[in-house]
């Protein structure tokens, strides 16, 4: 059975940083995908960022670009993502998730399995 279990999550305010972390179990980790996914109150769940198997390519949403980044430690079944520059609009619930290639999970089309998430606040 996978299970991903994200953590990291917290308060902060905005300019601050966190690194959100998400602990993948149940399946060969360093086969799949990762993604990041966010969904702020009221809104719909949007993708955030993702990481393939392998060389680890990475993808970002518009709105993280350059704030935050996307790294795998396959030795830890561990997927992180390192925010910079937050913002109160990046108050959300984030989620981890899981697919076997990043174009589809980007499009969330493609995403087998999601963590439980994490809630990050952005004080102004």
């Known amino acids: 059975q996978v299970q991903l279990v994200e953590s990291g999550g917290g308060l902060v305010q905005a300019g601050g940083s966190l690194r959100l972390s998400c602990a993948a179990s149940?399946?060969?980790?360093?086969?799949?995908?990762m993604g990041w996914f966010r969904q702020a109150p009221g809104k719909e769940r949007e993708f955030v960022s993702a990481?393939?198997?392998?060389?680890?390519?990475?993808v970002y949403a518009d709105f993280v670009k350059g704030r935050f980044t996307i790294s795998r430690d396959n030795a830890k079944n561990t997927v992180y993502l390192q925010m910079h520059s937050l913002k109160p609009e990046d108050t959300a619930v984030y989620y981890c998730?899981?697919?076997?290639?990043?174009?589809?999970?980007?499009?969330?089309?493609?995403?087998?399995?999601w963590g439980k998430g994490t809630l990050v606040t952005v004080s102004s």
């Open positions: 998730a899981t697919g076997g290639a990043v174009v589809p999970l980007q499009r969330n089309s493609g995403v087998d399995y």
């Open positions: 149940g399946r060969t980790f360093s086969n799949y995908a």
């Open positions: 990481i393939s198997r392998g060389v680890g390519n990475t």
